[in-house]
């Protein structure tokens, strides 16, 4: 009966498959050779070579995307099954069925009432007065929307801050010598899940319609493989993820360079990387002022103001930011310092912009007042000038 049942459920997947009444499919209680492999979500994804199975699988610690022709994702389903995995979970907008695999192969079916009436919509939603398309599939396969494209709820705040960053990056773009260019070339510095970075090309590509070359740059080898899959199977084709530190990257002829929350100094050598690429805009958002903090030595007017803990914190992240922007506009930016996003979305929400300016500018003048600022506050070391002057 355990072969009659496996190969029941097999079968209604191709049958679902091809009376296009599938939704999606789950592999679960593995029992393989991999300690860090958990389960396989299945869903559909539409690509110019047509409608495939996309394969996600989930590990411990890390996601690996992949697609298939729909012949190949049943043959891996049917190798997997009872050796690997022992309960699968098929939706179709029929039935729901459920397979669990026992000892000795022994197993059980059972069939369900449909969980989902609808099939989810493949086709991407282009409309260009949206920014994003929550229906995007790297969307989900991010775990930012569900299968029918709703905005989960724990993802509230970065879906606001996904949009919210594409339409500060795009009113930036326009506002400055790129505004006429047809392609582009980005590099996200500090990349991470991509959210951002996916976000940023889909809406240049194909929402504005520029060429579009978008590099994400990270630590973490395994965000990099995940990242790289998802943006295979979105046919993503100029969007890469490489693994890399930030101090040690090789970066040249670059329009825009992005480093959001980047640690520490690690923003400075964001920023020093753009100057050198002469990049035309530099959008970055600090994270973890450390570095300034332990310096500085209140000025006696200040000094019953900066004894208290978090008075001396918040100064030393105005003052180091403030830095950042008087550097930038030492070597030719002109810049901006905002809140991109409230508080309540997330809590590192300043944003340095440095756009490159096309007038001469008296970068004397700004040096003395750089100098004068460390001067008044004590400060020896500031990682981006220090950057800048060792040149």
């Known amino acids: 009966m355990s072969a009659e049942n496996i190969e029941k459920f097999l079968s209604e997947i191709a049958k679902s498959l091809h009376e296009e009444t599938f939704v999606k499919m789950t592999l679960g209680n593995y029992r393989g050779n991999d300690p860090y492999l958990q389960k396989i979500l ?20 890390r996601d690996t995307a992949k697609n298939y022709s729909k012949n190949k994702g049943i043959k891996i389903i049917r190798d997997f099954l009872g050796k690997d995995f022992f309960a699968g979970h098929l939706f179709t907008t029929k039935n729901n069925f459920q397979l669990d695999i026992g000892k000795k192969r022994r197993s059980r079916l059972n069939i369900g009432k449909p969980t ?11 409309n260009k007065s949206r920014l994003i398309d929550p229906n995007s599939f790297y969307l989900k396969a991010l775990g930012i929307t569900t299968d029918s494209g709703e905005i989960r709820a724990k993802q509230q705040d970065k879906w606001k801050q996904i949009n919210k960053f594409v339409e500060t990056l795009n009113n930036l773009v326009k506002d400055s010598t790129l505004k006429e260019k047809k392609n582009l070339k980005i590099i996200d510095m500090g990349s991470g899940k991509g959210y951002l970075t996916f976000a940023t090309y889909d809406f240049f590509k194909n929402i504005i319609g520029i060429d579009v070359e978008l590099t994400g740059v990270d630590t973490k080898q395994q965000l990099i493989d995940l990242c790289n899959d998802i943006a295979k199977s979105s046919e993503f084709n100029n969007l890469k993820f490489v693994h890399g530190f930030i101090d040690d990257y090789k970066l040249q002829d670059i329009d825009v360079l992005i480093a959001l929350h980047a640690c520490n100094t690690a923003t400075d050598d964001a920023i020093y990387k753009g100057i050198k690429a002469k990049a035309k805009l530099i959008v970055v958002a600090p994270c973890c002022h450390q570095e300034i903090r332990p310096q500085i030595k209140a000025p006696e007017m200040m000094k019953n103001i900066l004894k208290h803990g978090i008075m001396l914190e918040r100064e030393a992240e105005s003052i180091t930011d403030g830095l950042r922007s008087l550097l930038l506009e030492e070597q030719g930016y002109s810049t901006k310092i905002f809140e991109f996003i409230s508080t309540e979305h997330t809590p590192k929400n300043n944003m340095i912009i440095g756009t490159l300016k096309e007038k001469e500018f008296d970068s004397q003048k700004i040096s003395e007042q750089i100098q004068t600022i460390k001067d008044f506050y004590g400060i020896e070391n500031q990682h981006l000038h220090k950057l800048l002057k060792s040149d």
């Open 116 to 126: 989902f009436k609808a099939k989810p919509d493949l086709n991407h939603d282009r």
């Open 42 to 61: 299945t869903r559909l994804i539409k690509t110019k070579k047509g409608v495939r199975l996309f394969f996600l699988y989930k590990y411990e610690t």
